[in-house]
């Protein structure tokens, strides 16, 4: 079963899945061109490059490790796109060693910044390697979520240590080490040269949500999942959100 089938996992990426598709559609119905080139740097073990392949689309992924790139290639085969999905053993501070600039009709950067020391020479490289009027997805951790996820848990301090610390971190045994308010993403990607056209919250309630109570309910998954989409685009739970989505389109 593909992830985008399963339910439970669909909720960690169901929103983003949909503003994806979404993009890319516009993206080839603007192009003329069905297959589109997307690169998704950080891909990993290909939670969005093989769903991205499966739509058609020649998918480079560009990743440090190289045990991802190992289950990526395994995944790609498994799904029957292995001709349309390409790993490459590489760092997106370094992008163009391995990559094309301005080579692509869409960049996907998701779960990645967070990790990287200069987020701002990542997001460039992500955009520098868009052609013009390709489009942009950025996935950030959120902030707020963090600090209200922590609160929940009774871990009070660490909540508020992750409001004053500059990275967003709730303390030493944190293992996220950077976090990101929806402003600082829109303003990383604006000042890299991509027009934000749509902020999505991702993951406002799911990971607050007792585990028993979504598997047990019967529907409770696609309640959940339609309470996610819901409140996504609403400013009002960006600030809350386990993660923030940003989409965009680089300027010509
Ligand atoms: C949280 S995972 C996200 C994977 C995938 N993008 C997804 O959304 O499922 C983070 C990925 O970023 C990769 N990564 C870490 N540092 C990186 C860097 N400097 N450049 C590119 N990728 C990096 C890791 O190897 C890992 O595969």
Redo the contacts with the bound molecule.
């Keep these: 079963m593909s992830d985008q089938l399963r339910p439970r996992a669909s909720l960690r990426?169901a929103v983003?899945w949909e503003v994806l598709k979404d993009a890319l559609d516009r993206r080839a119905e603007a192009t003329g061109r069905d297959s589109l080139d997307v690169l998704?740097?950080?891909?990993?073990?290909?939670?969005?490059?093989v769903p991205v392949a499966r739509l058609g689309h020649r998918v480079t992924v560009?990743?440090?490790?190289p045990n991802?790139l190992f289950a990526l290639e395994r995944r790609a085969a498994e799904a029957g796109v292995a001709d349309r999905v390409r790993g490459v053993q590489?760092?997106?501070?370094g992008?163009f060693e391995v990559a094309d600039r301005a080579g692509y009709d869409a960049v996907?950067?998701?779960?990645?910044l967070?990790?990287?020391?200069d987020p701002a020479e990542?997001v460039r490289n992500a955009v520098d390697a868009l052609r013009p009027s390709g489009a942009l997805s950025l996935?950030g951790a959120g902030l707020g979520g963090a600090v209200l996820a922590r609160a929940l848990a009774g871990h009070f301090v660490e909540a508020r240590q992750a409001l004053s610390d500059p990275a967003g971190r709730w303390g030493e045994g944190d293992p996220v080490p950077r976090r990101f308010t929806a402003e600082q993403l829109s303003e990383l990607v604006d000042a890299a040269g991509v027009e934000v056209g749509a902020v999505h919250g991702v993951r406002v309630f799911a990971d607050l949500v007792p585990g028993v109570l979504v598997d047990t309910e019967p529907g409770a998954v696609e309640a959940l999942l339609a309470l996610e989409a819901a409140v996504a685009e609403l400013p009002a739970f960006h600030s809350v959100a386990t993660q923030l989505h940003v989409l965009g389109e680089k300027r010509a």
Aim: net charge negative; with cysteine; charged share 15%.
């Design positions: 990426t983003v998704d740097t950080g891909g990993g073990t290909g939670n969005f490059a560009v990743d440090p490790s991802a590489g760092d997106i501070l992008l996907l950067c998701h779960g990645v967070e990790y990287v020391d990542g996935l």
